[in-house]
């Protein structure tokens, strides 16, 4: 009888959810919150550094900014997604996500993966000096270029932020507290 209550308790597709998904998905969904709200701050920064560069495009404080501005974002922004990614899947399989916003959603992924290929290979975490002459090159060859992606990277970043807290992450508590 006890593992009748077991296998009970533990069948995901059930009408209950088991014991400790509620829990540990409430806990995604609060540190996703957390998160974004960090990430937010350090979008502004990337947006004002690009938007600074797209200004004045040879300056090399404000090339040097914009790299900084994208490895604060880019340090995180990969096992952030991961984490959206599960709480997502999640959504999906409890029927908490729409058709047009599992749609939305994989349209800003795709633009967000369109724009960070298409930034050369920059990091403020190499050799300071070399990467500084390595990188003036690259930015002296594509500033306004480079200035307009990061433009266009901040404002998909910046999109899919709010998305996630104005819609899926509500979704998803709503399906997990109501159920």
Wanted: hydrophobic content about 40%; proline content about 6%.
């Amino acid at each position: 009888m006890d593992a009748m209550q077991v296998t009970t308790r533990m069948t995901p597709c059930g009408s209950h959810l088991p014991e400790l998904e509620v829990p540990m998905i409430n806990a995604m969904v609060t540190c996703l919150g957390s998160e974004h709200r960090k990430l937010d701050e350090r979008i502004l920064q990337l947006a004002f550094a690009a938007t600074r560069l797209a200004s004045d495009p040879g300056a090399p404080a404000a090339e040097e900014r914009a790299i900084e501005a994208w490895d604060e974002v880019r340090r995180d922004l990969w096992s952030h997604l991961q984490i959206e990614d599960g709480v997502f899947s999640w959504g999906e399989a409890h029927h908490a996500i729409s058709d047009t916003l599992r749609e939305t959603i994989q349209t800003e992924r795709h633009e967000m993966r369109k724009l960070v290929a298409a930034l050369p290979a920059l990091s403020s975490d190499v050799d300071r000096e070399p990467r500084m002459a390595r990188d003036h090159a690259i930015f002296s060859q594509m500033p306004p270029a480079l200035a307009q992606t990061l433009l266009a990277l901040a404002r998909t970043l910046d999109s899919h932020v709010e998305r996630y807290e104005g819609e899926v992450l509500p979704s998803i508590l709503r399906a997990l507290f109501h159920r």
